[in-house]
């Protein structure tokens, strides 16, 4: 089973080898049918932390790295080439 990529912005590199990024996923309202944007934070892990605050970053799922983190940050961009 592949594990699931999701495209995000950094809002915060204060921890070390850590990440927050959020993703946006938007839909339409099953009622208003407007569409509707709904953000989420996650924890990812950065070993070289190489990542700063406001980049476009891609992450992948990974086994738990602590309590909060099971996501990784994906090094280079070969995911973003075939995207």
């Not at 009622?31 to 990542?51: C, L, P, Q, W």
């Not at 476009?56 to 070969?78: D, Q």
Request: glycine share 4%; aromatic share 6%.
């Amino acid at each position: 089973m592949p594990k699931r990529v999701l495209q995000g912005v950094v809002v915060s590199d204060k921890g070390e080898k850590t990440i927050v990024v959020k993703v946006e996923r938007r839909f339409t309202h099953p009622v208003m049918k407007k569409t509707v944007r709904r953000s989420k934070n996650y924890h990812a892990h950065d070993e070289a932390n190489a990542a700063k605050v406001g980049q476009t970053v891609f992450i992948e799922e990974c086994r738990p790295y602590s309590k909060t983190k099971t996501w990784k940050l994906v090094e280079g961009n070969e995911v973003a080439a075939s995207a």
